[in-house]
């Protein structure tokens, strides 16, 4: 199997290293595919793209139904700095 792998530096104790350097000798690879293998085991597989607009037009409506929530117009509009919507006139 062909990787495109990154360099990283990992520091352990010396009883995890001694038995990974033993599973690699008896497994004939590399303590760096025993690596890989338990973090793809743990962690899951590298995660696919995911498209940021795809993503974030997925989160529109989300707490449209909340009901603990009030209204937040008003609350937006009194973060603002200035008072653009006053002299325009804007609801």
Do not use: C, N
Not at 35 to 52: E, I, W
């Amino acid at each position: 199997m062909l990787y495109i792998v990154k360099r990283t530096q990992l520091y352990m104790d010396e009883d995890s290293l001694r038995l990974l350097s033993s599973l690699s000798r008896h497994q004939q690879t590399t303590i760096s595919e025993l690596v890989r293998q338990a973090v793809t085991q743990v962690y899951g597989t590298t995660k696919t793209h995911v498209d940021p607009v795809e993503a974030l037009q997925a989160s529109f409506g989300v707490w449209a139904q909340r009901k603990d929530l009030a209204p937040t117009a008003a609350y937006v509009r009194s973060l603002r700095k200035g008072h653009r919507a006053t002299r325009l006139k804007l609801p």
